[in-house]
């Protein structure tokens, strides 16, 4: 019970940041059809001006909370910029070409982004400065941190703030009639290339707080992390349907979960010694003497599950969970 | 009544080796329901796509209130004060019919997103502006007791009434309708007829397109006619009517 209660919460964390990064993701492909596959970077970006800011700030007399928050409201608008400047310079120009050429240059912008953080923030990986005091609540034989507490927290106002603010400001309305149809929205007067390049800005914000989250949380920055966290928030928007805001959320959430019960079952579940008949065969006799342990697969195998996932919903769901129909675009 | 609100001088649209259209010319006047009909194929709506700005016209020139229509971008054309509802409904389905009503207002407001994310007092008063305004038009057009619903629950008839008011909250000067009539029945039509009659009393001027030639003649003050993209008639119903060119090109007498 414990273990499950354990990795349910692990799994709401690390879920409620891929739900927040893939929102990104599917605000943009619900817009222009594209996987803007630069946004793990953007993220990336986003930890890593916060990590500059907070450990310059970190040995100073300002409270914790307040260099925390300096350096959320300098990596926000940074990564603000570089959506913008992504969609001004990269996609833009490309709008009308066909669908393969933004999305190379989607993928090389990812490049560029990586080298550039690299060449700013070096090579090696940078420990997150802890300054917040991080108390520990035991709930069921659980453990839960305030950081924890504090990742969802935020992580679930920020999807709540940004429905309202699609469902409930006529901005918002202006987005959505966009991603229903480009054409007809700007003949109602909607200046599409506005929603577009917002849709990137919200999006990079949005990305940018998961980054200094995800930092945060597991405490260490490197400038190849966009990598493998944009490709699960993008898992996990392709998971609940890409293009689809509630989706997003969805598929970031049910993502973080499988991935946490899967790596915390694993090692138990693929350990051949508890195997009725096996532990005591002559094959695994001497290794499982004494609670000896022939594991199979280990915690190790936590980045295969997101994958997994992801092949299972192409090939059976392809839509997604709350997945729109893809087809009828005029 | 005689002064030209929109003027189509020698436009003409090919689309490869077709001459869809060819040295069209038309003049809609101030306050006048205009018709433009034409048999299957005879180039009326890709007529009405650029005088849109959906298509880009090749030669000729449109003007509109006096000055030149710029067509580069459709929501320049929105702005300009054309709107236009389309044969085949392109609401947005997944919208409520409110909501889309008032994305017609966009064009006549200021939508900003830090304006939207912050409430700034005009913001909200704007907004609720947008909201009113666009529940009296969906009320003018009748379909004020579905705003709540998705567009694409409405009713056929219903549809096509949601388009024509958001088509209206853009503030238009002129309203382009295409096709409205069809797949319509015969009550909805003449519920139909009773709306454009009404745009007519408040001042608004229509282009009309139909194919329901008994609705075109009824409702517009005059009419052209379009067959393989050449306007062969324009003038009151009455006329066009006699016009033996149409006549032929309706019915058809021997074969060319």
Known sequence: MDIFLQQIINGLTTGSVYAVVALGYTMVYGIIQLINFAHGEVVMIGAMVAFTVITSLAGGTLPAPVILLAGVLAAVPTCMVIGYTLERAAYRPLRHAPRLAPLITAIGMSIILQHLALLVWGRNPMAFPQIMENPVILVGGAVITGVQIGIILLSFTMMAALTWFVYRTRFGIAIRATAENVRVAELMGVNANRVIAATFVIGAGLGAVAGVMFGTYYGIVHYTMGFTLGLKAFSAAVLGGIGNIAGAMVGGILLGLVEALATGYIGDLTNLCRWPGLGTSSMLAERCVDGGNFVVFGSNYQDVFAFLMLILVLVFRPSGLLGERVSERA | ?256
């Open chain 2, 1 to 256: 009544m005689t002064s030209a609100l929109l003027e189509a001088r020698g436009v003409g649209k090919r689309f490869g080796g077709v001459q869809a259209l060819k040295d069209v010319s038309i003049t809609i006047h101030q306050g006048e329901v205009y018709g433009l009909i034409g048999p299957n194929g005879a180039g009326k709506t890709t007529f009405f796509n650029v005088l849109t700005g959906l298509y880009p016209r090749d030669g000729g020139e449109v003007l509109f209130a006096g000055a030149p229509l710029n067509l580069a971008s459709p929501h320049e054309v929105a702005k300009a004060g054309i709107a236009r509802t389309f044969q085949n409904i392109r609401l947005f389905g997944n919208m409520t019919a409110l909501e889309n009503v008032m994305v017609g207002r966009h064009v006549r407001t200021h939508a900003g997103v830090f304006g939207a994310m912050l409430r700034l007092r005009s913001e909200r008063a704007e907004e609720e502006a947008i909201r009113r305004r666009s529940e009296e038009l969906l009320h003018y057009v009748g379909v004020a007791d579905r705003a709540n619903d998705l567009a694409r629950h409405l009713s056929y008839g219903d549809q096509r009434r949601l388009e024509i008011a958001r088509a209206l909250a853009t503030e238009p000067r002129l309203l382009a309708l295409d096709e409205p009539a069809a797949g319509m029945n015969a009550t909805e039509t003449a519920a139909l007829r009773v709306l454009i009659d009404g745009l007519r009393t408040d001042g608004l001027t229509v282009l009309l397109i139909e194919h329901d030639v008994k609705l075109v003649m009824g409702l517009c003050d005059r009419v052209a006619v379009l067959e393989y993209g050449e306007k062969i008639a324009e003038d009151v119903p009455a006329v066009v009517r006699a016009d033996p060119k149409v006549i032929e090109a309706y019915i058809g007498t021997s074969a060319h």
